[in-house]
């Protein structure tokens, strides 16, 4: 006999809630996710979870919402999580898990929802995540071309539809899949003002309730199938508290930033090698809304004094803001209508009252920082003409050098021209030997008829060039 041992199931369906709800949305039903308060889920780029971390993560996980590591420290879950997660809206309302019979419109609009999405068979009291998805993913015709929501009906069934959807398949799934818990049907009554509810406490107390069941078919059996609740935002909570460079720490929702591949890349780091555990990596005690992750890569050419000015910069720029939208405030009241200059054009006071005071203030942010690039510009512009003269006065230079070597030349050669005949003879060497001799008196005639040498003429302090010239012309003139 053969058993065949299957892996632990996800119950977050992650890859279907990609690939089947989050590509096909046009532009009209992204606009209605917004509007409901789960925008934060179309920034989704994750389009699968990993079953074994998943699942070692779930048996990990407290009761009371703490989460083990590997290295046996702690860390507590919390609603606010969610938020800093998955951009759940976390307003003041409840979201309502029970149905309150004398309220009419509730119990309308749930008979409504029931009679809509209803499950067929033995599960007839449950919603059906299949219809569900089928309503949110009418958005293409056969011919592939778009069809957005026309009127407040089809706007009304797609945000009940996707609530279902989102719910079922992602935020609250449970180990039954395909249908809506159905202690999760009167949430779907709010769909309408979706985004005045805490949806935050409502999945972090439905994934401890999971935890709970979890735990206790694990004790009992020593195994469990698989768990519900959101193991998507498990899993990224874990991930992101690795000791380990984090991954664009700061973006927020998280989901954002965990890709396929930073998923699988830190599921391998924090893989043992000895076995097919978890939790080789230890735990970065980290809070999301930190600026500085201990663990991110530092600018360390910062000097002190550039630290110590960002810091006042920071302290001071609500002060400067205000001060800002006061004075243009001030500007704007006076009865006076004066052209400011904005990105080339020019644009009357009178248009400023029309505007909100952080437009005004973005505006002259840009301004600032177009004066600022322009002032540059003219530094680089003077920089190169700088160098530009300084490359003339080089080549002027090297003329003028020229010039007067040209000159101290001509020079040379007028004042031997105008010498007598018997004093250029005497500079030139061009008199016979014998002669020569008898004049300067400086060898005996054999030993210049021996070593045919002629005797240089003292310069008589004269300059460097005229001794050049001069040798020079004593040589060509003996030869």
């Not at 999580?81 to 309150?100: A, F, H, N, S, Y």
């Not at 698989?226 to 664009?248: A, E, I, K, N, W």
Request: hydrophobic letters at 40%; glycine letters at 6%; a positive charge.
């Amino acid at each position: 006999m053969v058993y065949i041992l299957q892996g632990p199931n996800v119950i977050c369906r992650v890859d279907m809630f990609y690939l089947r709800v989050i590509k096909s949305l046009d532009k009209s039903r992204k606009e209605e996710v917004k509007l409901m308060g789960f925008g934060g889920l179309l920034e989704l780029k994750l389009n699968y979870l990993p079953r074994q971390l998943c699942y070692w993560i779930m048996s990990r996980i407290q009761s009371c919402g703490s989460i083990e590591f590997g290295d046996e420290q702690v860390m507590m879950l919390a609603p606010i999580q969610l938020q800093c997660i998955l951009g759940l809206p976390m307003e003041e309302k409840v979201v309502p898990l029970k149905v309150d019979r004398d309220d009419r419109v509730m119990v309308k609009k749930l008979d409504g929802i029931i009679r809509d999405y209803r499950a067929g068979g033995k599960n007839g009291d449950q919603l059906s995540l299949v219809k569900a998805i089928g309503v949110v993913t009418k958005g293409l015709d056969k011919d592939g071309n778009e069809l957005p929501l026309a009127n407040d009906a089809e706007k009304m069934q797609f945000r009940n539809a996707f609530l279902i959807v989102v719910l079922g398949a992602l935020l609250c799934p449970t180990t039954k899949w395909g249908l809506l818990a159905k202690k999760l049907t009167p949430a779907i009554t709010v769909a309408r003002h979706s985004a005045k509810y805490d949806w935050c406490t409502m999945v972090y107390n439905w994934l401890i309730d999971c935890v709970k069941v979890f735990a206790d078919k694990f004790d009992e059996n020593g195994f469990a199938a698989g768990c519900g609740g959101c193991s998507l935002f498990v899993l990224v909570f874990y991930l992101d508290h690795l000791h380990r460079p984090p991954v664009r720490w700061g973006v927020l929702p998280r989901i954002k930033v965990w890709t396929a591949v930073e998923v699988t890349r830190a599921t391998k780091e924090d893989k043992r090698r000895t076995s097919d555990d978890y939790g080789k990596l230890m735990c970065a005690p980290v809070a999301y809304g930190e600026e500085d992750h201990p663990y991110a890569v530092r600018d360390s050419s910062r000097t002190l004094v550039q630290k110590v000015a960002a810091e006042v910069v920071n302290l001071l720029k609500p002060q400067l803001q205000s001060m800002v939208s006061e004075a243009v405030r001030n500007e704007v009241q006076s009865p006076i209508k004066t052209i400011i200059p904005l990105r080339r054009r020019t644009i009357l006071i009178s248009d400023l009252t029309r505007m909100k005071s952080s437009d005004l203030i973005r505006r002259v942010r840009m301004e600032l920082m177009i004066s600022y690039l322009l002032t540059r510009r003219v530094r680089m512009e003077l920089m190169i003409s700088d160098l530009l003269t300084r490359r003339v006065r080089r080549d002027l230079r090297r003329v003028l050098t020229m010039t007067r070597m040209k000159r101290d030349l001509g020079r040379i050669l007028l004042k031997t021209w105008m010498m007598s005949p018997r004093r250029r003879l005497l500079k030139t060497g061009m008199m016979s030997p014998r002669r020569r001799l008898l004049k300067t008196g400086m060898m005996n005639t054999r030993r210049i008829l021996q070593s045919r040498e002629v005797p240089k003429v003292p310069s008589r302090k004269l300059p460097r060039m005229e001794c050049l010239v001069m040798n020079k012309l004593q040589v060509e003139m003996m030869y």
